[in-house]
């Protein structure tokens, strides 16, 4: 890989890179790997904008309005298609493994989210696969579907938000697996969080809502010391809630990630390191925002440019933050500094629309 200026970029494991296709709007075709600097199209297929990766297993969504998700099995020739099955909605922009054995999926257009047996799944695509010999490539009329019965949806409350245009109903965007055992799932309409329990069976069951402030429009979120970091997609901040007794979730600390109005600056995504380094990006003004949460808190510690244009999605690895710029067709290498603060970008690896990166 060459870095910016010609010399030598860091070595950087394989990533396997969700992107948007034509069909949303954007220049890739489908499922790329990116190996020492290269983007290589593995799986063909429309606007698989989020994966998840467990073991050998690779599933993307494909973000179109009638929305599904399909497995892999990641060999060393690429991706082999096992399976595809609904997404119980439109867009689906999001998926996760979840401990219980299920594939959760977000739906965002429809407000839903769907668990997907994994065991049914992989045990419905054998069968046809011995019974036929193989397991067509993907999109072929000889594909794997998965049975109905391993597939449940679940339809979120229909609330609104203060923000007609992005709150007019429900808007599921991630889900994350709670301490607890349970589901949260982020509604960016609602200005809610929704728990659920959801089984391998697949079953879900509604535990709770909990409610954050009117407009904060949940986005995305992660764990750090038993608390939950949440980026607010329409409010521009970062939220620290805690469990109080009756298991509600309480803010305890709320960060402003830039100075002035919002406007059409739009939080994308969030991690937290095991130093409490908080990294969160900034869409519109093309930032990563790092905050300090290790005191119980929430605290600015520095902001430094995306790289490009339209931060959607990044990964860390060490050394390094990696972010998917969607609007500039490329991965931005960013160097982390000892404060977990991005310095100018080492490298541009090129990837059309990328929507998010996962190291492999």
Do not use: K
């Amino acid at each position: 890989m060459t870095a910016s200026g010609g010399t030598a970029a860091p070595q950087l494991p394989d990533l396997l890179v969700g992107s948007y296709t034509a069909t949303g709007g954007g220049t890739a075709t489908g499922i790329s790997l990116v190996h020492d600097g290269v983007a290589t199209t593995l799986a063909v297929m429309d606007d698989p904008s989020f994966l998840a990766v467990s073991g050998d297993r690779v599933y993307a969504v494909s973000e179109t309005a009638d929305g599904g998700v399909s497995a892999f099995r990641r060999t060393a020739a690429g991706l082999e298609h096992l399976w595809d099955a609904s997404a119980g909605g439109d867009a689906p922009c999001h998926v996760r493994v979840d401990p219980s054995g299920a594939l959760v999926v977000t739906n965002y257009t429809s407000g839903t989210v769907t668990a997907v047996s994994l065991e049914r799944a992989e045990s419905h695509a054998a069968s046809v696969q011995a019974s036929d010999g193989v397991v067509g490539a993907h999109g072929t009329a000889d594909r794997v579907v998965v049975p109905e019965g391993a597939v449940v949806t679940e339809v979120l409350p229909d609330v609104t938000g203060p923000d007609e245009d992005r709150q007019e109903g429900p808007h599921a965007h991630q889900s994350v697996a709670t301490p607890d055992g349970t589901v949260l799932v982020a509604d960016l309409g609602g200005d809610a969080l929704h728990e659920f329990r959801i089984t391998a069976e697949p079953t879900i069951e509604r535990v709770r809502v909990h409610h954050v402030a009117p407009g904060v429009g949940p986005r995305h979120m992660a764990w750090y010391d038993g608390d939950l970091i949440v980026a607010g997609e329409l409010d521009g901040r970062v939220h620290r809630l805690r469990r109080d007794a009756s298991g509600s979730f309480v803010v305890v600390a709320s960060e402003p990630t830039f100075d002035g109005a919002v406007g059409e600056s739009l939080l994308s995504h969030v991690e937290v390191d095991d130093a409490g380094r908080v990294h969160v990006a900034v869409r519109g003004r093309d930032l990563i925002v790092v905050l300090d949460a290790s005191d119980g808190g929430l605290r600015t510690v520095g902001s430094a440019s995306a790289g490009g244009t339209w931060p959607r999605h990044f990964a860390r690895v060490p050394g390094h933050l990696l972010v998917a710029n969607q609007m500039s067709d490329a991965i931005a290498v960013l160097p982390l500094g000892a404060d977990g603060v991005p310095g100018a970008a080492v490298a541009q690896i090129p990837v059309g629309t990328p929507a998010c990166i996962i190291p492999v």
